[in-house]
């Protein structure tokens, strides 16, 4: 069963910086393209970014690009967001998921832009 765990969430003034992390375990996770998405209070979750199975490949979401750079490390099952110049707008929960046929959903990790 895939499971999970988010971090590195928290309280930012905007134009700060937060690198988001995610251990990811009980799937083949360096055969499958994984990103990160985000749900904001009252609205639907979106990926804002992706990354191929090597890492030979990332996209975003017009709303991040030049701000937020997506990475992986296959060998230690994890993946990377390193978001800067946060805005307000960026607020939400972030989880991190498979990109085709996305697995149940972890807990997330909460990223707050507010000065």
């Known amino acids: 069963q895939a499971h999970f765990v988010e971090s590195g969430g928290g309280l930012v003034q905007p134009g700060g910086s937060l690198k988001l992390s995610c251990g990811v375990s009980?799937?083949?996770?360096?055969?499958?393209?994984m990103g990160w998405y985000r749900q904001a209070s009252g609205k639907e979750r979106e990926l804002v970014a992706s990354?191929?199975?090597?890492?030979?490949?990332?996209n975003y979401v017009n709303s991040v690009k030049g701000r937020f750079t997506i990475s992986r490390d296959n060998a230690e099952n994890s993946l990377y967001l390193q978001m800067n110049n946060l805005k307000p707008e960026d607020t939400a929960v972030y989880y991190c998921?498979?990109?085709?046929?996305?697995?149940?959903w972890g807990q997330g990790t909460s990223v707050t832009v507010s000065s």
């Open positions: 009980g799937f083949f996770f360096s055969g499958y393209s």
């Open positions: 998921n498979r990109v085709v046929a996305p697995f149940p």
């Open positions: 990354i191929s199975h090597t890492a030979g490949m990332s």
